[in-house]
């Protein structure tokens, strides 16, 4: 199922707790697109990185080769590759509230300068402002991923705060509605101000150019729920261990997916007892068993892999095609 729609789609976002094999199913999957001649790149949004751990390379804030070419054409410059870059939220809160208030100072009247850095300061340590700033960065790296690659997967962090994230596009873009509309009627009333009291051209241009801010950013959350929402071009998969917990809270997070309009394209449950190992492992594919009995009747209409208990660690290139053969 994760590889054969991985094939098809052009975004991919693996989700699911913490420890439970996202980053690993990322890679392999990157992996096994990129021998298959496919241009990937890899995100990771979680801010407890382990890409550079897995490929045994930094890996940082920009772009970098993680393997490839593959393939025919791989001299040329092109082939399949895995691309990976790993967002890291307080240095994209620190990007973005610098640049907002580049744009603050630019706009605003001098004597109150003061002022907007206060609030800036106040903004930096609130809550939202990193999610906010994040959300910027994943639409943007699904803008230039769409652009330079031909499949983007992003390794989330744990459940509750990626649903969380993809539900922001929305209430963003109402907040910049909002502003949007309330700098509408100011700027009727500015216009009338000017032909009754003469004031000058600077304001006018000033109006503009935060109008084209906002919009700019109303776009790009529009465009990321365009894409997210989109099932022929994007799939959510999650990622779980067959126990009780773990089970509970897919539903869980497949039912809040569904209310945001974001397709759930299968479940990966991963780590599971191998049958005919010995009988600790037989007791325990049993109970393991049981709870996916959960899983089927809650989601029993979504398509599922199984991924055995591996005897090691999930590291480097060989590691994970190794982990990629048991998706196929
Ligand atoms: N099928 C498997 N068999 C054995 N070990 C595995 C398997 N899948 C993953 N692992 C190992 O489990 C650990 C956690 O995997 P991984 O880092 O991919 O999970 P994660 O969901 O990304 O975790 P986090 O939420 O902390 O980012 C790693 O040490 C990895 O090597
Ligand atoms: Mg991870």
Do not use: Y
Not at 104 to 120: A, F, G, M, N
Not at 204 to 210: T, V
């Amino acid at each position: 199922m994760l590889l054969d729609l991985a094939a098809r789609r052009r975004v991919l976002f693996l989700g699911g707790k913490g420890g439970v094999g996202k980053t690993s199913l990322a890679s392999a999957t990157a992996l096994a697109q990129a021998r298959a001649g496919r241009r990937v790149l890899v995100v990771s949004t979680d801010p407890a990185h382990n890409l550079g751990h897995l490929w045994q390379r930094p890996v940082g804030d920009d772009v970098v080769r993680l393997a490839g070419p593959f393939g025919p054409g791989a001299e040329q410059g092109a082939g399949g590759v895995v691309d990976g870059v790993e967002i890291d939220p307080a240095r994209t809160a620190d990007a973005h509230l610098a640049a907002v208030r580049r744009t603050l100072h630019r706009l605003t009247p001098e004597h109150l300068s003061r002022e907007v850095d206060r609030h800036l300061d106040l903004a930096r340590g609130a809550p939202g402002t990193h999610e906010a700033a994040v959300l910027e960065r994943i639409a943007s790296a699904v803008e230039d991923g769409l652009r330079d690659h031909d499949l983007v997967v992003f390794d989330t962090a744990p459940s509750g705060h990626t649903a969380r994230l993809l539900a922001l596009p929305d209430t963003m873009g109402a907040w910049t509605d909002g502003l949007l509309r309330r700098r509408e009627r100011s700027e009727r009333l500015g216009a009338a101000a000017r032909v009754l009291g003469g004031q000058g051209e600077a304001e006018a241009r000033r109006d503009g150019e935060i109008r084209r801010v906002l919009e700019e950013r109303r776009a790009r959350f529009a465009h990321l729920r365009d894409v997210v929402t989109d099932s022929d071009r994007t799939a959510f998969v999650v990622v779980l261990a067959a126990e009780r917990l773990p089970v509970l809270e897919t539903v869980e997070l497949c039912a809040r997916l569904d209310a945001l309009g974001v397709p759930v394209g299968g479940l990966v449950v991963n780590r599971r007892s191998p049958a005919g190992a010995g009988e600790l492992l037989a007791s325990r594919r049993a109970q393991e068993s049981h709870h996916l009995g959960t899983l089927t009747a809650a989601l029993g209409h979504l398509p599922r892999d199984e991924v055995p208990l591996l005897a090691d660690d999930v590291v480097g290139p060989e590691a994970l095609t190794r982990l990629a053969a048991h998706l196929a």
